[in-house]
């Protein structure tokens, strides 16, 4: 089967840092993907790891480990406005994105 | 670049009617995505086409649905004889090549009473 896990929930105080983990099953996995979803909207598209290692946009980076099924979505220097659903998400072999359940972030002053 | 656009972006219906969604993905985008979302979970794929073909449909997904594409541009989603569980958001996405970078519209919702 395939499947993704994350935090259900994370809390966090602005300008602090917070990490958000995601853990995967997949066949034939392509690569590693990040949404952001505020309340009411549409996902919105943050990044993309095919390959192991960091890649940094802006305050939001994202981190993948083939060899650990592991991938992490960090953001910096965090603002009220990123309170909002972030979701992984697992390319497959036929180009198709799984989605996890996501992790809700609630950012306080 | 206008975006994702879906049509309507509300559909109240009753119990055993039909309904059809409307998306128009980003122009040059060949890549188009339907997933469905409820509350509290993430997208759930549906089907997908690459230009007019439609590559994958999800094992889920029952005979009552069936989606279009002709001529590679907009598609159609069709629910037939809808039952209350169908009741969710409806989001179509599209992508230009790379399918882990996707571009979703505001989604259609579907209320069936």
């Known amino acids: 089967g395939q499947s993704l896990e994350q935090p259900s929930e994370v809390t966090a105080v602005e300008g602090a840092i917070v990490q958000i983990n995601c853990t995967y099953q997949?066949?034939?996995?392509?690569?590693l993907s990040w949404y952001q979803q505020h309340d009411g909207g549409a996902p919105t598209f943050l990044s993309y790891n095919a390959l192991d290692g960091l890649e940094e946009t802006g305050r939001f980076s994202s981190f993948l480990s083939r060899s650990d099924s592991y991938g992490y979505l960090l953001l910096q220097e965090l603002q009220m406005k990123d309170s909002a659903s972030y979701f992984c998400?697992?390319?497959?072999?036929?180009?198709?994105?799984?989605f996890g359940t996501g992790t809700l972030l609630a950012v306080q002053p | 670049d206008t975006g994702v656009s879906q049509d309507p972006r509300h559909k109240i219906t009753k119990r055993g009617q039909n309904v059809t969604f409307r998306c128009d993905p980003i122009s040059e985008h060949n890549r188009l995505y339907w997933y469905r979302q409820t509350l509290g979970q993430g997208p759930e794929f549906l089907t997908y086409?690459?230009?007019?073909?439609?590559?994958?449909k999800s094992r889920l997904l029952s005979d009552r649905f069936s989606a279009e594409r002709p001529k590679g541009s907009f598609s159609t989603l069709e629910i037939q004889r809808t039952e209350q569980g169908d009741s969710a958001m409806y989001l179509c996405?599209?992508?230009?090549?790379?399918?882990?970078?996707?571009?979703f519209g505001p989604g259609t919702r579907l209320t069936v009473t």
């Open positions: 996405a599209s992508s230009k090549g790379l399918a882990g970078e996707q571009y």
């Open positions: 998400a697992a390319e497959s072999a036929t180009n198709k994105l799984i």
């Open positions: 997949t066949s034939g996995f392509y690569g």
């Open positions: 086409f690459q230009n007019e073909a439609q590559l994958e």
